[in-house]
């Protein structure tokens, strides 16, 4: 089993900037992709960026340019560095592992861009 705990959530101004935690704990070896999934009210969860074990990121359109996922193997962590953020971007944003073929969430963190 793995644990995933996010951190780093909370309100900020248009243009403003907030960066994510993720911290991985119990059984972490052998995670493969960490991601960064988010649900803004009323939608369906989207995914956000993608950190896979061989260094390779990749975003979603929306946040490209403006959001840099990062990792730390030897912390178990994952981060996301959110930049001129807007109002489109208030959700609640989860951490996801991928680990040998099974995924686990962890519980998110509200994020709200408004002025």
């Known amino acids: 089993q793995v644990q995933l705990v996010e951190s780093g959530g909370g309100l900020v101004q248009p243009g403003g900037s907030l960066k994510l935690s993720c911290v991985a704990s119990?059984?972490?070896?052998?995670?493969?992709?960490m991601n960064w999934y988010r649900q803004a009210p009323g939608k369906q969860r989207e995914l956000v960026a993608t950190f896979t074990a061989s260094g390779t990121t990749n975003y979603a359109d929306s946040v490209k340019g403006r959001f840099t996922i990062g990792r730390d193997n030897a912390e178990n962590t994952a981060y996301l560095r959110m930049n001129r953020l807007k109002p489109d971007d208030t959700a609640v944003y989860y951490c996801?592992?991928?680990?040998?073929?099974?995924?686990?969430w962890g519980k998110g963190t509200l994020v709200t861009v408004s002025s």
């Open positions: 119990g059984s972490t070896f052998g995670i493969s992709h």
């Open positions: 996801n592992v991928l680990r040998i073929g099974t995924n686990y």
